[in-house]
């Protein structure tokens, strides 16, 4: 195999590269999306265990649990997004940068 071969079959490994950018990208705007709606329901369910009065009462203590819960479901969601974009997307743009002036 020449160097002129090898250097073809990079760039259509960068090919390949981009398609899975693309991808991953189009996968984490619709998790952010999902977090967007967390986000909603979270700021709702808190405004509503602000007016809680009572929080002995048995209805308050369940507004409590679920706003904890969507709390914890929340920060990981905003972890993942946050995963996604540097450990994914930003080395598979460092590689395709580097791959691109390489093989130029």
């Known amino acids: ?11 259509e490994k960068l090919s390949m590269l981009n398609e899975v950018q693309v991808e991953a990208e189009a996968y984490l705007a619709l998790k952010d999306t999902r977090h967007d709606q967390l986000t909603r329901r979270l700021e709702k369910l808190e405004r509503r265990t602000d007016d809680i009065a009572n929080p002995d009462t048995a ?6 649990e679920a706003y904890d819960q969507l ?5 990981r969601s905003e972890e993942e997004l946050d995963d996604w974009e540097s450990l994914v997307l ?15």
């Open 71 to 75: 709390l914890e479901l929340h920060a």
């Open 59 to 64: 209805r308050s203590q369940k507004l409590l």
């Open 90 to 104: 930003e080395p598979l743009r460092e590689v395709q940068e580097a791959l691109l002036k390489l093989v130029s």
């Open 1 to 11: 195999m020449t160097l002129i071969d090898l250097r073809n079959r990079l760039r």
